[in-house]
T-cell receptor, first 116, second 117 residues
Framework: AQKITQTQPGMFVQEKEAVTLDCTYD???????LFWYKQPSSGEMIFLIY??????QNATEGRYSLNFQKARKSANLVISASQLGDSAMYFC?????????????FGRGTQLTVWP | DAGVIQSPRHEVTEMGQEVTLRCKPI?????LFWYRQTMMRGLELLIY????????DSGMPEDRFSAKMPNASFSTLKIQPSEPRDSAVYFC???????????????FGPGTRLTVL
């Protein structure tokens, strides 16, 4: 079974607007970590944000925040005040305690395009 | 601080040739991962090491692929003989190797774009 599902192959947003990228996950382990990575057209994979399953508050890193809804098993990435440089592929990933020694499971990604 | 370093960044070779990809993890990181990314299959974990020991190589496609980690600061992924279907971007990533893996962040290198003609 897929551990991570990203249902939006592509998203479009106008510069300066906020955008939400969806991610749902599947795990029966009470202890897990959720990650978002950005992959611009240059190809590198950039770590953006982390949310632990026991964290009481939603994670935030600058313009990135994670809308963590544990009961719904969703971990959506919110990008506020979009910039042209945010255009990239975004991947959601999970590690749980069943992932021996830190194996990450990735979704298929969402291609975000920011237009002026 | 230096991140994960990979070399070469681009490799073009002919079918049948041996290819060696190299990776230097972040200093102090105990876990190292090799991934392959293609349009068709997305990101696939090939193998990962903890404390230089291969833990899981179930993602290695076939015997043509091999990986080594002779010490904490160096790993190689070798393909011999290479085939056109091996064309992909190969990423190396490292993490601290936390006791609780759910807190372990992986940091990726810039990748090696391999083209096999």
């Amino acid at each position: 079974a897929q551990k991570i599902t990203q249902t939006q192959p592509g998203m479009f947003v106008q510069e300066k607007e906020a955008v939400t990228l969806d991610c749902t996950y599947d795990t029966s382990d009470p202890s897990y970590g959720l990650f978002w990575y950005k992959q611009p057209s240059s190809g590198e994979m950039i770590f953006l944000i982390y949310q632990g399953s026991y964290d009481q508050q939603n994670a935030t890193e600058g313009r990135y925040s994670l809308n963590f809804q544990k009961a719904r098993k969703s971990a959506n990435l919110v990008i506020s005040a979009s910039q042209l440089g945010d255009s990239a592929m975004y991947f959601c990933a999970i590690i749980d305690r069943g992932s021996t020694l830190g194996r990450l499971y990735f979704g298929r990604g969402t291609q975000l395009t920011v237009w002026p | 601080d230096a991140g994960v370093i990979q070399s070469p960044r681009h490799e073009v070779t002919e079918m049948g040739q041996e290819v060696t990809l190299r990776c230097k993890p972040i200093s102090g990181h105990n876990s190292l991962f090799w991934y392959r990314q293609t349009m068709m299959r997305g990101l696939e974990l090939l193998i990962y090491f903890n404390n230089n020991v291969p833990i899981d190589d179930s993602g290695m496609p076939e015997d043509r692929f091999s990986a080594k980690m002779p010490n904490a600061s160096f790993s190689t992924l070798k393909i011999q003989p290479s085939e056109p279907r091996d064309s992909a971007v190969y990423f190396c990533a490292s993490s601290q190797g936390q006791v609780d893996p759910s807190t372990d962040t992986q940091y990726f290198g810039p990748g090696t774009r391999l083209t096999v003609l």
